[in-house]
């Protein structure tokens, strides 16, 4: 009876299998089936479905149209394209795929289990394991050790599991469906792929905030990241060396005929031609300006907008009932923080200026540049500054108009730097000042750090990135986000690399399309410092570099003019060194300055000879030197000011001053207290002309009249060097020193 049954159920399926191969060549013959369909003929979105796409030295992946880090916990892990075979970390496998890795780091052996069978490689051999079965796979390319992680040849994994990789140059396309993607893939499709896994992950909502920003735990942010050593802003804790440029300071614009001076909250205008004033804005009382920028008859006003007035119990009172989106924004959240800010007036009667917009964002004012017809605001803030209820929110901002409400970025929208290591945001907003109706562009990006640079037409972010743990091998690599700023639109554009971890935020500088930065790490075996520079192109690759170019000293941070960069030292007394920048592709050793034993200020004078404003051994000195000579300085002239009872403000704020190359006049901040009573005897400028041939020579002095407390700030204009103090204005006349016009602010 069993046999009976047994051949039933052979002959039921025998008469299936014919019909059925009679019906696919039934069909065949009258064209109904064919190949299976190519890739022009499945929707993107369901190629994707089943694929994973991934990018040479990128740590962003996405897998079955998901974006993601390879390894959440360790951004060094990256795919790697050797001889034009692709490799990616053991943890790649898990993050795509779900699958369960094992490692021995020392025999350099891995396990990767997916759908119940385990490829199981070495250095020697490659089999597949199942519960019934072991096959051995043909194995060219080997795995190796790097990182402190295995790679593993991807044509090795996609042979394993029977998969389908493709090469679009550096983007590398693994799927599930062998013919879902082809060779021959549109230029559009492939772009638009690595924009997605060559770029910046999403933060996307709530909760991935909270898991990259919680990694800030002792261990948890030494293997994410590494920039403990080396990320603080030791330029202005440490002010050494300051480089003083003979450029037009922040708060002062000018134009035809008006000069245009900020000062706290308000704006003074002074008629240039007549010396006389013109006008006056006051903006908000908790306003303070910073920069100043003139389009026209368009004047524009940057700076921080305090919240003083908003105490946190307040702030947690209107926002402890607000409840996230699910793209996690709350519309009545604002957070509890000062503001970056920028008023936009119409200035075509000078004597009523009219404002057009008022735009404010969260955070703390950073730096702002102006751009065509845009400027672009830099600001930075805590994720705890946006937290409430319990939950946390993005950044807000405010412009009025064209929206005239308050605004809210979503995390869908916001952005993060792979190697995480800190809880803040760096805000990037686009603002047209010649056209008002156009809305503000925002970006925010999470984990921006300290170490950020913005040059006129990019942002710049470094990210230092450890490439090894638990291990001798550490290695610190400065990763260079460059973020273009381009009509409005604000979107990463390039990345490079660089070894050492970068000094601090000044050590960075961009000029005629390159790139330099000054790194320094601990040389392996001996832990001497290693300085080096090094310059990239336009593409962000490497062009130039000079190793090892501080003698193993301990240098602080580094200064940039167009042809030479210092490396100033930790301390004072210690020597600086000099970079010859001017071949980027060649950068080198220049010579060894060694100047004095206290602060000093560099004003380059021309390509040989540099002037210097120093307060070694307690005695304020002006001096003039040769550096013609490679480690051969030579001190041509000094200038003694006074010893003890005389100080100057540049040593604060280095862009205090103003050097005329047509006539060798500088004009120089000082104040002088009598050293008995204490009580302050002259309180303003000493104006200077410096000969090459002759030395210096004081021609003359400009008093601030009571302004004790205001820093002089100046500006050369129409025959005229002005002295803006806090309530009055002196006009010197460069042609006669001696006679001085004085303009009462009003």
Same mark, same amino acid.
């Given at each position: 009876?069993?046999?009976?049954?047994?051949?039933?159920?052979?002959?039921?399926?025998?008469?299936?299998?014919?019909?059925?191969?009679?019906? +696919? @060549?039934?069909?065949?013959?009258?064209?109904?089936?064919?190949?299976?369909?190519?890739?022009?003929?499945?929707?993107?979105?369901?190629?994707?479905?089943?694929?994973?796409?991934?990018?040479?030295?990128?740590?962003?992946?996405?897998?079955?149209?998901?974006?993601?880090?390879?390894?959440?916990?360790?951004?060094?892990?990256?795919?790697?394209?050797?001889?034009?075979?692709?490799?990616?970390?053991?943890?790649?496998?898990?993050?795509?795929?779900?699958?369960? /890795?094992?490692? =021995?780091?020392?025999?350099?052996?891995?396990?990767?289990?997916?759908?119940?069978?385990?490829?199981?490689?070495?250095?020697?051999?490659?089999? *597949?394991?199942?519960?019934?079965? !072991?096959?051995?796979?043909?194995?060219?390319?080997?795995?190796?050790?790097?990182?402190?992680?295995?790679?593993?040849?991807?044509?090795?994994?996609?042979?394993?599991?029977?998969? !389908? /990789?493709?090469?679009?140059?550096? $983007?590398?396309?693994?799927?599930?469906?062998?013919?879902?993607?082809? +060779?021959?893939?549109?230029?559009?499709?492939?772009?638009?792929?690595?924009?997605?896994?060559?770029?910046?992950?999403?933060?996307?909502?709530?909760?991935? *905030?909270?898991?990259?920003?919680?990694?800030?735990?002792?261990?948890? $942010?030494?293997?994410?990241?590494?920039?403990?050593?080396?990320?603080?802003?030791?330029?202005?804790?440490?002010?050494?060396?300051?480089? /003083?440029?003979?450029?037009?300071? =922040?708060?002062?614009?000018?134009?035809?005929?008006?000069?245009?001076?900020?000062?706290?909250?308000? /704006?003074?205008?002074? =008629?240039?031609?007549?010396?006389?004033?013109?006008?006056?804005?006051?903006?908000?009382?908790?306003?303070?300006?910073?920069?100043?920028?003139?389009?026209?008859?368009?004047?524009?006003?940057?700076?921080?907008?305090?919240?003083?007035?908003?105490?946190?119990?307040?702030?947690?009172?209107?926002?402890?009932?607000?409840?996230?989106?699910?793209?996690?924004?709350?519309?009545?959240?604002?957070?509890?923080?000062?503001?970056?800010?920028?008023?936009?007036?119409?200035?075509?009667?000078?004597?009523?200026?009219?404002?057009?917009?008022?735009?404010? @964002?969260?955070?703390?004012?950073?730096?702002?540049?102006?751009?065509?017809? %845009?400027?672009?605001?830099?600001?930075?803030?805590?994720?705890? =500054?946006? +937290?409430?209820?319990?939950?946390?929110?993005?950044?807000?901002?405010?412009?009025? #108009?064209?929206?005239?409400?308050?605004?809210? $970025?979503?995390?869908?929208?916001?952005?993060?730097?792979?190697?995480?290591?800190?809880?803040?945001?760096?805000?990037?907003?686009?603002?047209?000042?010649?056209?008002?109706?156009? #809305?503000?562009?925002?970006?925010?990006?999470?984990?921006?750090?300290?170490?950020?640079?913005?040059?006129?037409?990019?942002?710049?972010?470094?990210?230092?990135?450890?490439?090894?743990? !638990?291990?001798?091998?550490?290695?610190?690599?400065?990763?260079?986000?460059?973020?273009?700023?381009?009509?409005?639109?604000?979107?990463?554009?390039?990345?490079?690399?660089?070894?050492?971890?970068?000094?601090?935020?000044?050590?960075?500088?961009?000029?005629?399309?390159?790139?330099?930065?000054?790194?320094?790490?601990?040389?392996?075996?001996?832990?001497?410092?290693?300085?080096?520079?090094?310059?990239?192109?336009?593409?962000? !690759?490497?062009?130039?570099?000079?190793?090892?170019?501080?003698?193993?000293? +301990?240098?602080?941070?580094?200064?940039?003019?167009?042809?030479?960069?210092?490396?100033?030292?930790?301390?004072?007394?210690?020597?600086?060194?000099?970079?010859?920048?001017?071949? #980027?592709?060649?950068?080198?050793?220049?010579?060894?300055?060694?100047?004095?034993?206290?602060?000093?200020?560099?004003? #380059?004078?021309?390509?040989?000879?540099? *002037?210097?404003?120093?307060?070694?051994?307690?005695?304020?000195?002006?001096?003039?030197?040769?550096?013609?000579?490679?480690?051969?300085?030579?001190?041509?002239?000094?200038?003694? $000011?006074?010893?003890?009872?005389?100080?100057?403000?540049?040593?604060?704020?280095?862009?205090?001053?103003?050097?005329?190359?047509?006539?060798?006049?500088?004009?120089?901040?000082?104040?002088?207290?009598?050293?008995?009573?204490?009580? @302050?005897?002259?309180?303003?400028?000493?104006?200077?002309?410096?000969?090459?041939?002759?030395?210096?020579?004081?021609?003359?002095?400009?008093?601030?009249?009571?302004?004790?407390?205001?820093?002089?700030?100046?500006?050369?204009?129409?025959? %005229?060097?002005?002295?803006?103090?806090?309530?009055?204005?002196?006009?010197?006349?460069?042609?006669?020193?001696?006679?001085?016009?004085?303009?009462?602010?009003?």
């Amino acid at each position: 009876m069993k046999n009976k049954m047994v051949l039933g159920i052979l002959i039921v399926y025998f008469i299936i299998l014919a019909v059925v191969l009679c019906l +696919q @060549v039934f069909s065949k013959n009258n064209g109904v089936v064919s190949a299976p369909p190519s890739s022009d003929d499945v929707a993107v979105e369901d190629r994707l479905d089943r694929a994973v796409v991934l990018y040479k030295e990128s740590p962003v992946i996405m897998a079955n149209k998901e974006q993601m880090l390879i390894d959440n916990s360790n951004a060094s892990f990256v795919p790697l394209i050797e001889n034009q075979v692709a490799y990616a970390p053991l943890s790649f496998f898990k993050s795509a795929y779900g699958a369960s /890795i094992t490692a =021995d780091m020392n025999e350099v052996s891995a396990a990767i289990r997916l759908n119940n069978e385990a490829l199981v490689v070495n250095k020697e051999k490659a089999d *597949l394991v199942s519960n019934s079965s !072991e096959k051995d796979i043909e194995y060219n390319n080997r795995i190796f050790k790097r990182r402190n992680t295995i790679y593993i040849p991807l044509q090795l994994f996609a042979e394993a599991f029977d998969k !389908e /990789i493709h090469y679009y140059g550096d $983007l590398v396309v693994i799927s599930e469906d062998k013919q879902a993607f082809t +060779q021959e893939e549109s230029a559009d499709f492939i772009n638009s792929l690595k924009a997605q896994v060559n770029s910046l992950p999403y933060v996307a909502n709530e909760s991935n *905030l909270k898991g990259i920003t919680d990694a800030m735990g002792k261990n948890g $942010l030494l293997k994410r990241v590494g920039t403990v050593v080396g990320s603080g802003d030791r330029q202005d804790e440490n002010s050494v060396v300051k480089l /003083i440029t003979n450029k037009k300071s =922040d708060v002062i614009q000018s134009d035809e005929q008006y000069i245009y001076y900020g000062r706290g909250s308000s /704006i003074y205008i002074i =008629d240039h031609i007549s010396n006389t004033a013109a006008g006056r804005i006051d903006i908000d009382d908790g306003f303070s300006v910073s920069k100043l920028y003139l389009l026209g008859n368009t004047l524009v006003a940057a700076g921080c907008k305090s919240d003083e007035g908003t105490s946190a119990e307040a702030a947690t009172e209107t926002t402890s009932s607000a409840q996230p989106t699910s793209e996690g924004a709350a519309e009545n959240v604002r957070s509890n923080c000062d503001s970056a800010a920028a008023y936009v007036y119409d200035i075509t009667n000078r004597s009523n200026a009219v404002m057009k917009r008022e735009f404010s @964002v969260d955070g703390d004012y950073i730096n702002s540049v102006k751009h065509g017809d %845009y400027i672009y605001i830099l600001s930075q803030l805590s994720v705890f =500054d946006s +937290q409430a209820g319990g939950h946390f929110y993005p950044p807000s901002y405010r412009d009025y #108009p064209p929206e005239g409400v308050d605004s809210f $970025l979503t995390f869908v929208d916001v952005q993060y730097f792979p190697e995480a290591g800190s809880d803040d945001y760096t805000v990037l907003s686009a603002l047209n000042i010649a056209d008002t109706t156009v #809305p503000a562009n925002v970006k925010a990006y999470l984990c921006g750090g300290e170490n950020v640079y913005l040059s006129e037409n990019n942002l710049y972010i470094a990210k230092t990135r450890y490439t090894g743990f !638990e291990m001798n091998d550490n290695e610190e690599n400065t990763f260079i986000y460059r973020i273009g700023l381009s009509n409005g639109n604000i979107a990463l554009n390039g990345k490079g690399n660089v070894k050492g971890y970068v000094l601090d935020r000044h050590s960075m500088n961009e000029n005629a399309g390159y790139f330099s930065i000054a790194t320094e790490y601990k040389e392996k075996g001996t832990n001497k410092n290693i300085t080096n520079i090094y310059i990239l192109n336009n593409n962000m !690759e490497l062009c130039g570099e000079a190793n090892r170019v501080a003698n193993n000293a +301990q240098v602080g941070s580094a200064i940039f003019t167009d042809d030479m960069i210092f490396l100033i030292p930790e301390e004072q007394g210690q020597a600086m060194y000099l970079i010859d920048s001017s071949n #980027p592709t060649n950068p080198a050793g220049y010579g060894v300055l060694k100047l004095s034993t206290g602060n000093i200020l560099i004003y #380059p004078y021309d390509e040989s000879h540099i *002037l210097t404003i120093d307060n070694g051994d307690n005695v304020l000195k002006a001096s003039a030197y040769s550096i013609e000579g490679r480690d051969n300085t030579v001190r041509l002239y000094s200038e003694e $000011l006074g010893k003890d009872n005389i100080v100057t403000s540049l040593f604060d704020n280095s862009d205090f001053f103003t050097f005329d190359r047509e006539r060798n006049m500088f004009m120089l901040p000082v104040t002088i207290t009598d050293k008995e009573s204490g009580n @302050v005897t002259f309180d303003g400028s000493y104006i200077y002309e410096l000969n090459l041939d002759d030395g210096f020579k004081r021609i003359g002095t400009v008093d601030k009249n009571g302004d004790e407390d205001t820093a002089l700030q100046y500006c050369k204009l129409n025959g %005229y060097f002005y002295c803006f103090g806090k309530d009055n204005v002196s006009a010197v006349n460069i042609n006669d020193i001696e006679s001085v016009t004085e303009i009462e602010l009003r």
